[in-house]
Protein backbone atom coordinates (compact mmCIF):
# COMPACT_ATOMS: atom_id res chain seq x y z
CA UNK A 1 0.00 0.00 0.00
CA UNK A 2 2.97 2.38 1.05
CA UNK A 3 5.05 1.54 -1.92
CA UNK A 4 2.27 2.29 -4.23
CA UNK A 5 0.88 6.10 -2.79
CA UNK A 6 4.87 6.76 -2.96
CA UNK A 7 5.29 5.78 -6.34
CA UNK A 8 2.34 7.93 -7.26
CA UNK A 9 3.69 10.82 -5.50
CA UNK A 10 6.91 10.47 -7.12
CA UNK A 11 5.00 10.25 -10.70
CA UNK A 12 3.61 14.05 -9.55
CA UNK A 13 6.54 15.50 -8.03
CA UNK A 14 8.51 14.65 -11.35
CA UNK A 15 5.43 15.66 -13.81
CA UNK A 16 4.90 19.10 -11.47
CA UNK A 17 8.74 19.76 -11.89
CA UNK A 18 8.34 19.36 -15.61
CA UNK A 19 6.10 21.41 -16.00
CA UNK A 20 7.59 24.60 -14.26
CA UNK A 21 10.89 23.43 -16.05
CA UNK A 22 8.74 23.97 -19.34
CA UNK A 23 6.72 27.10 -18.20
CA UNK A 24 9.96 28.69 -17.19
CA UNK A 25 11.48 27.51 -20.60
CA UNK A 26 8.94 29.05 -22.17
CA UNK A 27 9.01 32.20 -20.49
CA UNK A 28 12.57 32.46 -21.25
CA UNK A 29 13.74 30.46 -23.78
CA UNK A 30 10.88 29.35 -26.13
CA UNK A 31 12.82 27.19 -28.06
CA UNK A 32 12.16 22.79 -28.34
CA UNK A 33 15.02 22.37 -26.63
CA UNK A 34 15.72 24.79 -23.96
CA UNK A 35 11.39 23.83 -23.19
CA UNK A 36 12.75 19.81 -23.05
CA UNK A 37 15.96 20.53 -21.44
CA UNK A 38 14.50 22.80 -18.95
CA UNK A 39 11.26 19.76 -17.94
CA UNK A 40 14.10 17.56 -17.67
CA UNK A 41 16.06 19.50 -15.30
CA UNK A 42 12.88 20.55 -13.45
CA UNK A 43 11.31 16.83 -13.06
CA UNK A 44 14.89 16.24 -11.35
CA UNK A 45 15.27 19.84 -8.81
CA UNK A 46 11.98 19.53 -7.95
CA UNK A 47 11.66 16.39 -5.64
CA UNK A 48 15.10 17.59 -3.93
CA UNK A 49 13.85 21.00 -3.51
CA UNK A 50 10.94 20.47 -1.89
CA UNK A 51 12.98 17.09 -0.08
CA UNK A 52 15.71 20.15 0.84
CA UNK A 53 12.91 22.86 2.34
CA UNK A 54 10.58 19.95 4.11
CA UNK A 55 13.95 18.92 5.97
CA UNK A 56 15.36 22.21 7.11
CA UNK A 57 12.01 23.05 8.48
CA UNK A 58 11.94 20.07 10.68
CA UNK A 59 15.40 20.47 11.87
CA UNK A 60 14.88 24.54 12.43
CA UNK A 61 11.35 23.05 14.56
CA UNK A 62 13.64 20.38 16.34
CA UNK A 63 15.95 23.41 17.46
CA UNK A 64 18.75 20.50 17.85
CA UNK A 65 21.71 21.97 20.30
CA UNK A 66 25.41 21.39 19.96
CA UNK A 67 27.77 23.23 17.64
CA UNK A 68 26.95 24.25 13.63
CA UNK A 69 28.85 21.89 12.22
CA UNK A 70 26.89 19.04 14.24
CA UNK A 71 23.81 21.17 13.21
CA UNK A 72 24.50 21.24 9.07
CA UNK A 73 26.27 17.81 9.26
CA UNK A 74 22.60 16.26 10.83
CA UNK A 75 20.90 18.35 8.27
CA UNK A 76 23.14 16.82 4.85
CA UNK A 77 23.04 13.39 6.35
CA UNK A 78 19.10 13.71 6.54
CA UNK A 79 18.82 15.06 3.38
CA UNK A 80 21.27 12.17 1.63
CA UNK A 81 18.76 9.26 3.89
CA UNK A 82 15.53 10.92 3.16
CA UNK A 83 16.49 10.80 -0.57
CA UNK A 84 17.75 7.25 -0.19
CA UNK A 85 14.67 5.80 2.29
CA UNK A 86 11.90 7.40 -0.01
CA UNK A 87 13.49 7.52 -2.99
CA UNK A 88 15.05 4.40 -3.79
CA UNK A 89 13.81 1.62 -0.90
CA UNK A 90 9.94 2.46 0.18
CA UNK A 91 8.33 2.92 -3.23
CA UNK A 92 10.08 -0.09 -4.31
CA UNK A 93 8.79 -2.58 -2.17
CA UNK A 94 7.48 -5.38 -4.39
CA UNK A 95 8.26 -8.68 -2.09
CA UNK A 96 6.36 -9.46 0.86
CA UNK A 97 8.56 -9.75 4.34
CA UNK A 98 9.74 -12.76 4.73
CA UNK A 99 12.24 -14.27 7.20
CA UNK A 100 15.88 -13.92 5.72
CA UNK A 101 18.56 -16.32 6.56
CA UNK A 102 22.10 -15.49 8.40
CA UNK A 103 24.98 -15.60 6.04
CA UNK A 104 28.51 -16.70 6.34
CA UNK A 105 31.88 -15.06 4.87
CA UNK A 106 32.58 -11.22 4.95
CA UNK A 107 30.94 -10.36 1.89
CA UNK A 108 27.54 -12.15 2.95
CA UNK A 109 27.45 -13.06 -0.91
CA UNK A 110 28.17 -17.06 -0.50
CA UNK A 111 27.80 -19.46 1.82
CA UNK A 112 24.05 -19.44 3.55
CA UNK A 113 24.12 -20.94 6.72
CA UNK A 114 20.42 -21.43 7.64
CA UNK A 115 17.86 -20.27 9.18
CA UNK A 116 18.91 -22.22 12.33
CA UNK A 117 21.95 -20.35 14.04
CA UNK A 118 23.56 -19.83 16.93
CA UNK A 119 22.46 -16.40 17.22
CA UNK A 120 19.49 -14.84 18.17
CA UNK A 121 17.57 -14.01 15.11
CA UNK A 122 16.41 -10.66 14.97
CA UNK A 123 12.77 -9.06 14.44
CA UNK A 124 12.79 -5.28 12.86
CA UNK A 125 10.00 -3.39 13.20
CA UNK A 126 9.60 0.09 11.47
CA UNK A 127 8.23 3.30 11.72
CA UNK A 128 5.13 5.59 11.07
CA UNK A 129 4.30 5.61 7.43
CA UNK A 130 7.67 3.32 6.31
CA UNK A 131 7.35 -0.04 5.35
CA UNK A 132 10.27 -3.13 5.55
CA UNK A 133 12.69 -1.08 3.16
CA UNK A 134 13.78 0.80 5.50
CA UNK A 135 16.00 -2.17 7.67
CA UNK A 136 17.56 -2.92 4.23
CA UNK A 137 21.14 -1.52 5.61
CA UNK A 138 20.90 -2.80 9.16
CA UNK A 139 19.08 -6.05 7.97
CA UNK A 140 22.48 -7.34 5.94
CA UNK A 141 24.74 -6.25 8.40
CA UNK A 142 22.82 -8.37 10.87
CA UNK A 143 22.79 -11.09 8.67
CA UNK A 144 26.32 -11.17 7.73
CA UNK A 145 26.80 -11.05 11.55
CA UNK A 146 24.80 -14.53 11.93
CA UNK A 147 21.45 -12.87 12.78
CA UNK A 148 18.45 -14.35 10.51
CA UNK A 149 16.14 -11.40 10.51
CA UNK A 150 12.31 -10.54 9.64
CA UNK A 151 11.38 -6.98 8.40
CA UNK A 152 7.47 -6.71 9.13
CA UNK A 153 5.43 -4.72 7.16
CA UNK A 154 2.70 -2.84 9.57
CA UNK A 155 -0.65 -1.41 8.25
CA UNK A 156 -3.04 0.01 7.75
CA UNK A 157 -0.85 3.37 8.29
CA UNK A 158 -2.77 5.17 10.33
CA UNK A 159 -4.70 3.17 13.08
CA UNK A 160 -4.19 2.30 16.81
CA UNK A 161 -0.53 1.53 17.45
CA UNK A 162 -2.13 -1.34 19.83
CA UNK A 163 -4.06 -2.47 16.31
CA UNK A 164 0.09 -3.98 15.29
CA UNK A 165 0.12 -6.14 18.02
CA UNK A 166 -1.34 -9.04 15.77
CA UNK A 167 0.79 -8.19 13.24
CA UNK A 168 4.25 -8.02 15.48
CA UNK A 169 2.67 -11.64 17.06
CA UNK A 170 2.36 -13.60 13.85
CA UNK A 171 5.81 -12.33 12.71
CA UNK A 172 7.62 -13.65 16.51
CA UNK A 173 5.98 -16.90 15.75
CA UNK A 174 6.79 -17.32 12.60
CA UNK A 175 10.59 -16.23 13.14
CA UNK A 176 10.26 -18.80 16.21
CA UNK A 177 9.10 -21.73 14.16
CA UNK A 178 11.79 -21.18 11.10
CA UNK A 179 14.59 -20.54 13.10
CA UNK A 180 13.51 -22.34 16.00
CA UNK A 181 14.85 -20.37 18.64
CA UNK A 182 13.43 -19.76 22.02
CA UNK A 183 13.48 -16.03 22.13
CA UNK A 184 14.20 -12.99 19.58
CA UNK A 185 15.35 -9.40 19.66
CA UNK A 186 13.24 -6.79 18.47
CA UNK A 187 14.54 -3.71 17.07
CA UNK A 188 11.98 -0.68 16.55
CA UNK A 189 12.50 2.90 14.64
CA UNK A 190 10.42 5.50 15.62
CA UNK A 191 6.50 4.53 16.39
CA UNK A 192 7.92 0.37 16.03
CA UNK A 193 9.39 1.22 19.69
CA UNK A 194 6.30 1.67 20.75
CA UNK A 195 4.69 -0.83 18.71
CA UNK A 196 7.08 -3.41 20.34
CA UNK A 197 6.56 -1.95 24.10
CA UNK A 198 2.67 -1.84 23.17
CA UNK A 199 3.31 -6.19 22.01
CA UNK A 200 5.08 -6.64 25.23
CA UNK A 201 2.08 -5.17 27.29
CA UNK A 202 -0.18 -7.95 25.31
CA UNK A 203 2.01 -10.61 25.36
CA UNK A 204 4.37 -10.80 27.86
CA UNK A 205 8.40 -10.70 27.77
CA UNK A 206 8.88 -14.05 28.09
CA UNK A 207 10.11 -14.44 24.54
CA UNK A 208 11.88 -11.29 24.00
CA UNK A 209 15.79 -11.27 24.26
CA UNK A 210 16.56 -7.74 23.93
CA UNK A 211 14.54 -4.79 22.92
CA UNK A 212 16.23 -1.79 21.16
CA UNK A 213 14.73 1.17 19.89
CA UNK A 214 16.06 4.38 17.55
CA UNK A 215 14.62 7.70 17.87
CA UNK A 216 11.67 6.14 19.82
CA UNK A 217 9.29 8.87 21.30
CA UNK A 218 8.72 7.16 24.05
CA UNK A 219 8.12 10.44 25.77
CA UNK A 220 6.12 11.48 23.18
CA UNK A 221 7.04 14.17 20.21
CA UNK A 222 6.26 17.92 19.75
CA UNK A 223 5.89 17.42 16.13
CA UNK A 224 2.54 15.60 16.58
CA UNK A 225 0.73 18.55 17.83
CA UNK A 226 -2.23 18.92 15.35
CA UNK A 227 -2.25 14.63 15.25
CA UNK A 228 -4.54 13.97 12.26
CA UNK A 229 -4.00 10.36 12.94
CA UNK A 230 -4.65 8.08 15.51
CA UNK A 231 -1.19 6.91 15.97
CA UNK A 232 -0.22 10.09 15.54
CA UNK A 233 -2.11 11.52 18.50
CA UNK A 234 -0.95 8.39 20.54
CA UNK A 235 2.75 10.12 19.82
CA UNK A 236 1.93 13.45 21.13
CA UNK A 237 3.94 14.83 24.08
CA UNK A 238 3.00 12.87 26.75
CA UNK A 239 0.20 11.52 26.02
CA UNK A 240 -2.58 9.28 27.84
CA UNK A 241 -1.75 6.65 25.65
CA UNK A 242 1.95 6.87 26.65
CA UNK A 243 1.56 7.19 30.44
CA UNK A 244 -0.53 4.19 30.08
CA UNK A 245 1.75 2.18 28.34
CA UNK A 246 4.61 3.56 30.93
CA UNK A 247 2.23 2.47 33.83
CA UNK A 248 1.94 -1.09 32.79
CA UNK A 249 5.48 -1.96 32.46
CA UNK A 250 8.08 -3.39 35.05
CA UNK A 251 11.00 -3.17 36.03
CA UNK A 252 11.91 -6.22 33.94
CA UNK A 253 10.67 -5.16 30.88
CA UNK A 254 12.86 -1.88 31.66
CA UNK A 255 15.79 -3.93 32.04
CA UNK A 256 15.17 -5.79 28.30
CA UNK A 257 15.17 -2.15 26.76
CA UNK A 258 18.12 -0.76 25.17
CA UNK A 259 17.35 3.10 23.99
CA UNK A 260 19.35 4.66 21.21
CA UNK A 261 18.17 8.80 21.26
CA UNK A 262 20.32 11.40 18.61
CA UNK A 263 20.11 15.31 20.04
CA UNK A 264 19.79 16.19 16.61
CA UNK A 265 16.33 14.32 15.61
CA UNK A 266 14.42 16.04 13.40
CA UNK A 267 11.37 14.12 14.21
CA UNK A 268 11.17 13.13 17.73
CA UNK A 269 11.72 16.18 20.36
CA UNK A 270 12.65 17.36 22.73
CA UNK A 271 15.33 14.80 21.99
CA UNK A 272 16.70 14.52 25.53
CA UNK A 273 13.85 13.58 27.02
CA UNK A 274 12.96 10.45 25.33
CA UNK A 275 14.06 8.06 28.16
CA UNK A 276 12.60 5.26 30.37
CA UNK A 277 14.11 4.87 34.00
CA UNK A 278 15.10 1.47 34.12
CA UNK A 279 16.23 1.17 30.20
CA UNK A 280 19.70 1.45 29.06
CA UNK A 281 20.27 4.79 26.87
CA UNK A 282 22.96 5.65 23.87
CA UNK A 283 23.00 9.34 23.09
CA UNK A 284 24.46 10.11 19.51
CA UNK A 285 24.86 13.32 17.63
CA UNK A 286 24.87 14.20 14.53
CA UNK A 287 22.15 11.76 13.24
CA UNK A 288 18.60 13.18 11.80
CA UNK A 289 15.43 10.80 12.66
CA UNK A 290 16.13 8.71 9.43
CA UNK A 291 19.54 8.83 9.30
CA UNK A 292 19.50 6.55 12.12
CA UNK A 293 18.45 3.42 10.14
CA UNK A 294 21.50 3.73 7.78
CA UNK A 295 24.27 5.44 9.95
CA UNK A 296 27.60 3.21 10.30
CA UNK A 297 28.22 4.22 13.72
CA UNK A 298 24.54 2.88 15.06
CA UNK A 299 24.77 -0.37 13.07
CA UNK A 300 27.78 -0.73 15.04
CA UNK A 301 26.30 0.17 17.95
CA UNK A 302 23.50 -2.54 17.35
CA UNK A 303 25.83 -5.06 17.06
CA UNK A 304 27.79 -4.65 19.52
CA UNK A 305 24.70 -5.13 21.69
CA UNK A 306 23.88 -8.11 20.62
CA UNK A 307 27.49 -9.55 20.80
CA UNK A 308 27.37 -8.22 24.16
CA UNK A 309 30.40 -6.06 23.35
CA UNK A 310 31.40 -2.43 24.83
CA UNK A 311 30.29 0.12 22.62
CA UNK A 312 33.15 2.79 22.14
CA UNK A 313 30.83 5.78 22.08
CA UNK A 314 32.31 8.42 19.59
CA UNK A 315 28.39 8.80 18.81
CA UNK A 316 27.76 9.62 15.32
CA UNK A 317 30.19 11.12 13.26
Known sequence: ???????????????????????????????????????????????????????????????????????????????????????????WAFNPPQVLPALTGSTGLTGLTGLTAARTPVL????????HRIWDKLSLALRRSGHPTLALDMEPLFTSIDDYVPIIEQAVIDLQRQTGAAKVVLIGHSMGGLAIRSWMRS?????????????????????????????????????????????SETCETRALMHIAISLHDNIVYPQREQVLAGAELTVFEGLGHLRLCLDDHVIDWVLQQLDGRAFDHNGGL
Request: charged share 10%; proline share 5%; aromatic share 12%.
Open 124 to 131: LVHGFVCN
Open 203 to 247: KGCRRVAKVITLGTPHQGTLISSLAPTTNAAQMVWHSAWLQALQA
Open 1 to 91: MLAHLLRRLHQIQLLTGALLGAWVASQCWPHFWGVFFLALLGSVLFPLVLYGMVIGFLMHKSRPSGPDILRWHALWGEFVATLQIYGFQLP
